[in-house]
């Protein structure tokens, strides 16, 4: 009964401050330092400054602001309109067309920033009027990219599994890697709903793409050689950083 007692006590304190629009952060902290205060004969604030600044401090966690800076540059670039356009002709003949290029985007966008947020504002603000301009189902358009855009979580570089490597203390690199495989086959569960529902949706009726020559497409795909250039150099870059006796056996 006591310990029910504490649980309610420590989400009372941690939903009033979320309430009073205190950030999550913040808000746990502040459970953090009530737990202690009562519960504990130790210093909090010296307690709470030494744990803060051990956390923050870690070389390791400086790759988080760089990822989530890379996102913000490319989101402000032509990235994800050279991407649509790259994409679109191998797309445009699968079944259920363009929404493909929702989830095939994202999933190369992952492999660039790391981080949900930029995948889904940097193929969002592109794939969307083209895709409603062409009159497919909205909940589809909305639905794939939302669901697309978590991809990044899993596949390399995530910023989630680099504060869960520090925070276990395993190996940042080993874990992309692990990553890999997982991501691109949730991503082929996600094109093969979209090719099923097209199949056997009555709504689905957009407009057809025109047809293109094979020499077209391949000119089209120029426009991803900057995305993929950057892939190569930030997983590359990772792989080649690891001891030669880990390259050489499986990472996941």
């Keep these: 009964m006591e310990n029910i ?49 051990s956390s923050s401090s870690s070389w390791t966690l400086t790759a988080l602001p760089l990822f989530i800076w890379m996102g913000e540059i490319l989101y402000r670039t032509r990235l994800s309109e050279d991407m649509f356009r790259g994409l679109a002709p191998w797309m445009a003949r699968l079944p259920g067309g363009l929404v493909h290029t929702n989830i095939v985007g994202c999933t190369v966008f992952a492999a660039v920033s790391g981080s949900s947020a930029a995948t889904l504002t940097t193929v ?54 692990a990553g890999i495989v997982p991501g691109i086959v949730l991503a082929g569960m996600f094109m093969a709903y979209v090719a099923i529902t097209s199949r056997v949706s009555s709504k689905w009726n957009p407009t057809e793409e025109p047809r293109m020559s094979f020499s077209e497409k391949l000119a089209n795909t120029r426009f991803l050689l900057p995305v993929i250039l950057l892939i190569l150099v930030v997983i590359g870059s990772m792989y080649l950083a690891l001891p030669r006796r880990q390259r050489q056996r499986p990472l996941v």
Excluded: C, H, Q
């Design 5 to 53: 007692s504490i649980i309610i006590l420590f989400l009372f304190v941690m939903f009033t401050l979320l309430g009073t629009g205190v950030w999550v952060g913040l808000a746990l902290m502040g459970v953090a330092w009530v737990g202690m205060e009562l519960f504990t004969t130790r210093p909090v604030g010296d307690v709470m400054l030494t744990t803060i600044w």
């Design 124 to 177: 969002g603000k592109m794939s969307i009027p083209e895709l409603r301009k062409r009159e497919y189902p909205e909940k589809m358009i909305i639905g794939t990219l939302a669901g697309a855009a978590t991809l990044g979580l899993m596949i390399p570089p995530s910023l989630t599994l680099i504060v869960y490597g520090v925070t276990i203390n395993e190996s940042i690199s080993k874990l992309f890697f």
